[in-house]
């Protein structure tokens, strides 16, 4: 497939077609790690540490249980 560059405020942007972004399973807030070996530009999603995915598992189990005493806790 061949890209081209399109302008985007003073700065070139590519922009993925919705196919491979469903492939790599790359949404709006996923990080991509944008590298080049020199002759290549390659852009990879980022994935979370097995740290950052226990973090996210026990934050979303206390968001469930504690929620509703975290937003009366916040007003």
Do not use: C
Not at 46 to 59: D, I, L, T
Request: a positive charge; hydrophobic letters at 40%.
């Amino acid at each position: 497939m061949v890209k081209k560059l399109t302008k985007h405020g003073n700065s070139l942007a590519l922009v993925i077609d919705r196919p491979i972004l469903d492939l790599l399973k790359i949404d709006p807030e996923t990080p991509l790690d944008v590298t080049t070996d020199g002759k290549r530009l390659i852009v990879t999603p980022v994935e979370a540490s097995v740290r950052r995915q226990k973090f996210v598992a026990a934050q979303e189990t206390a968001h469930k249980r504690y929620g509703k005493a975290f937003k009366k806790l916040a007003q």
